[in-house]
């Protein structure tokens, strides 16, 4: 039986319970699963590249099969350097769905090979997003629920604390 390694990329900035939930049920489908966080100059995010491995490397060290990267440049070319045949996407709602199936075609046309897996979310985080976790964090709110121990204890020693 031949091995399928799966790419699981995204900018998890922070990583949070959502990614983890998505990243678990790939593991179970597929081999391996490289989760790799995105390197994009273009936007700013709140933490660095190295930071973000670092977090999810602890929130993901319980599945055995899931190791942790990150990548620049055109995805499908990454996910060929690592010989994966799949781009795991999470969907949490229909703009989702929209956004990653166009991402998905774009995908197929540059690389016919590489197929792209899509994994809905538990319902409990449809609403997640890296984004809004930082937003509410900084305005006051609690995010303890939706991210890994770690991952609340980075957010509170951030300048983005209140």
Known sequence: MMKVTAVYPGS???ITNGHIYIAERAAAVFDEV?????VNERKTSAFTVEERCVMA?????????????????LLVDYVRQKNAGVIVRGLRAMSDFEYEFQMALMNRQLAPEIETF?????????YV????????F???????????QGVYEKLSNRCCNP
């Open 12 to 14: 998890f900035d922070p």
């Open 138 to 148: 900084h305005f006051g709110g609690t995010v303890r629920d939706v991210v890994p």
């Open 34 to 38: 490289i989760v790799s966080v995105l």
């Open 129 to 136: 997003s890296s984004s809004s976790v930082r937003e509410i």
């Open 57 to 73: 490397r602890e929130s993901l060290g319980h599945v055995k099969n899931i190791t942790v990267d990150s990548f620049n440049g």
């Open 118 to 126: 899509f994994i809905v979310t538990d319902p409990k985080y449809s």
